[in-house]
């Protein structure tokens, strides 16, 4: 028997808009802020040898983005020259970002995966390395549409919501 070996991209788009997982702990103020985004150290630290363009969209808190900031990510990802497309975002927003580019018909034909992190990356014990490998891999094997990816589950972004008291994504 022979594995399933589907027709993977030449490259992946790794958009950044912020959120948690790229946040970190800042000693004299003693708040998490925005350094310059930590995925290329992400990236290193996972010996990711998958080609990958990363551009940075935006550093904000989700609880902070608007709809300009949605339009924002919406052209973006229209813009993309690539077909894979995977935004590190924050989850408490997550949901309604994803399901702007629903609406978007010239996002058809491209995969576009959201992911995040319940706990900043450089804080350690962080979701944000699982998250950004899962999210990774269901772009290259998942069907044309919008996803969110979060702790090994991958979602339609219309048939998902985060539980806010549980701490975790669930189908709705």
């Given at each position: 028997?022979?594995?399933?070996?589907?027709?993977?991209?030449?490259?992946?788009?790794?958009?950044?808009?912020?959120?948690?997982?790229?946040?970190?702990?800042?000693?004299?103020?003693?708040?998490?802020?925005?350094?310059?985004s930590?995925?290329?150290?992400?990236?290193?630290?996972a010996?990711?040898?998958?080609?990958?363009?990363?551009?940075?969209?935006?550093?904000?808190?989700?609880?902070?983005m608007?709809?300009?900031?949605r339009?924002?990510?919406?052209?973006?990802?229209?813009d993309?020259?690539?077909?894979?497309?995977?935004?590190?975002h924050g989850?408490?927003?997550?949901?309604?970002?994803?399901?702007?580019?629903?609406?978007?018909?010239?996002?058809k034909?491209?995969?576009?995966?959201f992911?995040?992190?319940?706990?900043?990356?450089?804080?350690?014990?962080?979701?944000?390395?699982?998250?950004?490998?899962?999210?990774?891999?269901?772009?290259?094997?998942?069907?044309?549409?919008?996803?969110?990816?979060?702790?090994?589950?991958?979602f339609?972004?219309d048939?998902?919501?985060?539980?806010r008291?549980?701490g975790?994504?669930?189908?709705v």
């Amino acid at each position: 028997m022979s594995a399933f070996v589907p027709q993977l991209p030449r490259e992946i788009q790794l958009f950044i808009t912020g959120g948690t997982l790229d946040k970190d702990y800042d000693a004299v103020s003693g708040e998490l802020v925005f350094p310059p985004s930590h995925l290329d150290g992400l990236l290193a630290q996972a010996r990711c040898t998958l080609p990958i363009e990363l551009d940075v969209l935006m550093q904000k808190d989700s609880l902070h983005m608007d709809d300009a900031d949605r339009a924002v990510i919406n052209q973006a990802c229209q813009d993309s020259r690539h077909s894979h497309i995977v935004i590190t975002h924050g989850t408490d927003t997550m949901v309604q970002s994803a399901q702007v580019l629903l609406g978007n018909p010239n996002l058809k034909d491209k995969t576009i995966v959201f992911t995040g992190a319940m706990r900043p990356f450089k804080l350690g014990e962080s979701d944000a390395s699982f998250n950004v490998g899962a999210a990774l891999m269901a772009v290259q094997l998942a069907k044309p549409g919008v996803y969110l990816c979060m702790n090994g589950r991958l979602f339609a972004a219309d048939q998902v919501q985060k539980n806010r008291l549980a701490g975790l994504f669930e189908a709705v």
